[in-house]
């Protein structure tokens, strides 16, 4: 028999949907840079500890001061990344890749007002987590960086939110 209302169920079976949602509170950008990119038709906003550091076919996004390993085997300390698709790679042919992997989950973002594939992923081995959003030009992903100076900062949470700042300019 299909429950009558939500008060005929079960305390511990209500707790347990309870669990799942998902409560937000807007984030304050008023205290956030604004970025303008020279390369890609784009801006956003960024918290005061970040450093933005543009090249013509990236972006990258890290908590001041961005720094990359001295022999470049290790990295750098960029928790978000937007790159130009290259080498023939397209918005179709990286979804394809990643469409076979059962780890991943793939739902939609909205940026500015439309939507785009979005993949989220946590690595089974180390347990770090990412997220990927594929534009028609190019991808943004955000993880844990290798050379992070703070393992318990929540890097998704906070590209979640500087994404929701993006703005697509003409």
Do not use: C, H
Not at 52 to 64: C, G, L, P, S
Not at 89 to 99: C, E, K, M, Y
Not at 102 to 107: F, K, L, Q, R, V
Not at 111 to 128: A, L
């Amino acid at each position: 028999e299909m429950v009558n209302s939500f008060f005929d169920m079960d305390d511990a079976f209500v707790s347990q949907i309870l669990s799942t949602f998902k409560f937000t509170t807007p984030i304050d950008t008023s205290t956030w840079k604004n970025f303008s990119s020279k390369y890609f038709t784009l801006s956003f906003k960024v918290p005061q500890f970040t450093q933005v550091v543009e090249a013509q076919n990236n972006i990258v996004i890290a908590k001041a001061p961005y720094v990359t390993s001295p022999n470049g085997t290790a990295g750098d300390n960029a928790f978000m990344r937007l790159i130009r698709y290259a080498n023939g790679q397209t918005q179709a042919s990286t979804l394809a890749q990643l469409s076979g992997n059962n780890e991943a989950t793939i739902s939609t973002a909205t940026v500015d007002g439309q939507s785009f594939p979005r993949v989220d992923y946590t690595e089974p081995v180390s347990g770090v987590r990412f997220f990927s959003v594929f534009f028609e030009k190019s991808y943004l992903s955000v993880t844990v960086p290798a050379m992070s100076a703070d393992p318990s900062f929540n890097y998704i949470d906070l590209g979640d939110q500087i994404l929701s700042t993006f703005k697509f300019t003409k």
